[in-house]
């Protein structure tokens, strides 16, 4: 058994594990999403966690003011799509703000220092839950668990590599480094024309007007 920089322990056979899972679970992708102004950093740096932000004095437009999850040392990404019921407030929020989608290779999930949520981090379940069960192939497969009828997977008619519940997320404890990076998306060609001088080239640049909306499950998480 190791142990990782932040106190978080996994067997040696873990990491096979999780990509057994993320293969059988047709995993291609990961997400976060950004205000466009924070692209050239990101560009630059990578993905840093709010709190190595604040002790370099980097500059960054956060999307989430108050951080209600307490965890300053991560970053939050998504599994196969956004979560978009925070990213809809947010974009209501800041109506008059250009916002991308970040692709991110899936190994992310076994190669870096992750805790995995079922739902949203800050909730009372996930307060309440252990750090040892969002660990590993264990807090990664607690992402897929079945909830109680009508919101079962089926019911619901959910592909394999989407999470339960729409809110559900990775919080990542180190750097995710440009190399990480695979693509990003816009939700119409003028934004993406905007940016793409700062993208570098080998970063895939689509607009995909669907990250932008709600997953076709919304109705079920309406309460």
Known sequence: MLSTSIGFYFEEDDDESMKSFIEERNIEFLVHFTKCT???SIFKIGLQPRQYLENHQIESSYNDSFRLDGYLNATCLSISFPNYKMFYSLRCENRDIDWAVLGIY??????????FFKE??????????????????????????????PRTRLFMNLDS?????????VLVF???????????????????????????????????????????????WRS
């Open 174 to 220: 180190d750097e995710i480094k440009v190399d990480d990076f695979f693509g990003i998306a816009f939700n119409n060609k003028w934004t993406a024309d905007v940016y793409k001088t700062i993208i570098p080239e080998r970063i895939e640049v689509i607009v995909n007007e669907s990250l932008f909306n709600g997953r076709h499950d919304y109705p079920f």
């Open 161 to 169: 590599n989407l999470p339960t519940n729409p809110q559900a997320e």
């Open 106 to 115: 899936p190994h992310v999930l076994y190669s870096k220092n992750c805790l």
């Open 120 to 149: 949203n981090a800050a909730s009372n379940n996930e307060r309440n839950t252990p750090n040892y069960l969002k660990e590993g192939l264990t807090g990664l497969s607690r992402m897929f668990e079945e909830y109680a009828p």
């Open 38 to 40: 924070n692209l050239e």
